[in-house]
């Protein structure tokens, strides 16, 4: 259910944000704003702040800011559905009916129908594994194990009986009605009408959401069947590649220790768990998708690999890693020996020799060099370009312009590419390669997001004027700008004089949607000056000129740190012609950086 769009506009523009923000804290009027004690954190001397013209608030103090709904939602703590009814309610507008989404109800009353039968399932599977006869195999199969009864409870491990019909008939005795069992994923349809149990004579894992609710089965044969497991299909509860099993159990652990122990199968993280390693997950045989890096990196940045060590286990890994290192993850991989398990490895070995081993983990780039450099002759050419050519991915996947340079070097001299000119141009082949523009763009974003004070300064005289916007914007050329933590801001800006839109927060955070940078976005419309005498344009433009000469410096600077690098490294190979030609390159920066040098100084220095 949601209010219309239409009833959303109109109420922007109706909602007085100091009226509304009144009602929760004495705001006084200071210049063209207005001012109080920030309620979102303790303080003594005003620091938050509104502006009814921007129709925006904003704390110095703590940073806090946005819109009058992020106002009432951060105060009442509601979402932002609630946040418009209290909004309309303080405004005195009538709130319209609620739109029935009706398909997102079906979808979610479909899913939790789903759960309602997987929790049924799973109780009397639980039952089964405990106290039925037949459950005795599942019994002796944990036993040798080594896995303890605490265990078996904490995983809500159980056993599907060896029957066509028994859970279906418990089930339908249970009052579920036929067709809700055909969608759950616990039957499988036959193509002439009717069903049978999925999960036969297995010993069940379930899959849990981040709730704790069962969404989905794994099932291991305890017979000797070619499927050792079989999983639920898909169904509205469950999609693949979205859950890692065991976070539930294991996230607060991840948190605490900063980093995640990724392992492949249902045993490799009940087992290690058991022992007391409680910072695993695992990625479910499947290959390891975005949607599951994503959901681990909301409780560390860091993973370590710990995958089989046997071929199918090292390919598996490999793709994971590439996976891990787009969503900006810092990645080690730890291959136990003689094709070990972590599973198998724990039992055998015991706690400490893993964690010593694991503290030994490779970092990602060492590891796939010594995969790639494994059974290649080095001293064959085409051999030796296979080599780097399965190295480079993963080198052009790393987000840190730093870290990229440091892996890059490492593979080059692990590989034994001495020729400077060679590297030069892998190295430029990495920065160029397929799609490594916007790749580029986004790791600079991401490794600097706060915005420098030249750009900042731009950015609030550009925002508070639009006779500023119409001179200067034609003269900003994009490579100006594309570097910069702000870039999306300038994009916003130059399309919307484009597309002749008014630049407001509204607009302005909907164009930069999902980019780190919009957390600046309330500060920065927060100190643009508020629309003054037209006599001042000279002044502002001028400022302006000189925030846009210290930009280009800034990049200048970028550039020759680029080119350093790479002379140390021709210089260390001793290729003099390059060197030369290197040399002549910095000249050129460094008599290109003095002409800048005056102007943007100024503006560093904060005039
Ligand atoms: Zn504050």
């Not at 904490?154 to 008939?169: G, H, K, Q, V």
């Not at 652990?253 to 199968?265: D, K, S, T, Y």
């Amino acid at each position: 259910m949601r209010y219309p769009q239409t009833f959303i506009d109109d109420l922007k523009r109706q909602a007085d944000i100091v009226r509304v923000i009144q009602d929760y804290v004495q705001l006084k009027k200071k210049g063209a704003n207005w001012m109080a004690c920030c309620p979102f954190h303790k303080e003594k001397t005003p620091s938050f702040s509104v502006s009814p013209t921007k129709e925006i608030f904003y704390c110095f103090g703590c940073h806090k800011g946005g819109s009058v709904f992020n106002f009432v939602m951060e105060m009442e703590r509601v979402a932002f559905p609630e946040a418009i009814k209290i909004v309309a309610e303080k405004s005195g507008m009538p709130l319209p009916k609620l739109i029935d989404d009706s398909r997102f109800e079906a979808r979610k009353a479909e899913s939790d129908q789903v759960i309602e039968l997987n929790k049924w399932a799973l109780e009397w599977w639980e039952q089964q594994l405990e106290s039925s006869a037949e459950g005795k195999i599942a019994r002796d199969y944990l036993k040798r194990r080594e896995i303890t009864d605490e265990t078996r409870q904490t995983f809500r491990l159980a056993y599907a009986p060896d029957s066509w019909d028994a859970l279906s008939i418990y089930l339908r005795q249970k009052g579920a009605p036929q067709e809700q069992i055909d969608k759950s994923g616990l039957v499988v349809k036959k193509e002439e009408g009717g069903s049978y149990d999925r999960f036969r004579g297995r010993l069940i894992f379930p899959v849990m959401d981040i709730q704790g609710r069962p969404i989905a089965f794994g099932g291991r044969t305890l017979k000797d069947e070619d499927a050792k497991y079989i999983n639920s299909p898909e169904t509205a509860a469950y999609v693949k590649g979205r859950n890692l099993f065991g976070l539930n159990l294991t996230r607060d652990e991840i948190r605490r220790q900063g980093f995640a122990i990724l392992v492949e199968g249902f045993l490799d993280l009940v087992v290690p768990y058991q022992f007391g390693i409680r910072n695993v997950v695992a990625s479910l045989g499947t290959a390891l998708t975005a949607d599951q890096v994503k959901l681990v990196g909301r409780f560390a940045r860091k993973v370590v690999v710990n995958y089989d060590g046997d071929p199918a286990g090292v390919q598996a890994a490999k793709k994971a890693i590439e996976i891990l290192l787009v969503e900006d993850l810092e990645v080690k991989v730890l291959v136990l020996p003689d094709g070990t398990d972590p599973d198998e490895f724990i039992r055998k070995f015991g706690l400490i020799e893993y964690q010593r081993q694991r503290s030994e983990a490779q970092p990602h780039i060492q590891f796939v060099i010594d995969q790639a450099v494994r059974n290649r002759n080095m001293h064959r050419p085409a051999e030796k370009a296979d080599a780097v050519e399965e190295v480079l991915p993963y080198i052009r996947a790393v987000r840190s312009r730093i870290q990229k340079r440091e892996y890059f070097d490492i593979a080059m001299d692990s590989l034994r590419i001495s020729d400077a000119a060679l590297r030069r141009e892998l190295w430029h082949s990495l920065r160029l390669g397929p799609d490594s523009t916007r790749t580029e763009q986004r790791i600079v974003r991401r490794t600097q997001v706060k915005p420098t004070i030249a750009e900042e300064q731009l950015l609030e005289l550009l925002l508070a004027d639009g006779q500023l916007r119409r001179k200067l914007l034609p003269r900003l050329e994009a490579e100006d700008y594309d570097d910069l933590p702000t870039a999306g801001i300038f994009r916003a800006l130059v399309e919307s004089e484009r597309a002749g839109a008014a630049v407001d927060f509204d607009f302005l955070s909907r164009s930069i949607e999902g980019d780190p940078i919009a957390d600046f976005l309330p500060a920065l419309l927060m100190s643009a000056p508020d629309d003054a005498e037209a006599d001042q344009i000279e002044d502002r433009e001028s400022t302006a000129q000189k925030c846009i000469d210290a930009l280009r410096l800034m990049q200048v600077d970028r550039r020759i740190g680029d080119l350093m690098a790479e002379m140390a490294v021709a210089e260390r190979n001793g290729a003099t012609e390059l060197l030369d030609k290197l040399s002549t390159e910095r000249l050129e920066l460094a008599r290109r950086r003095s002409t800048l040098l005056p102007q943007a100084q100024a503006v560093q220095t904060g005039q």
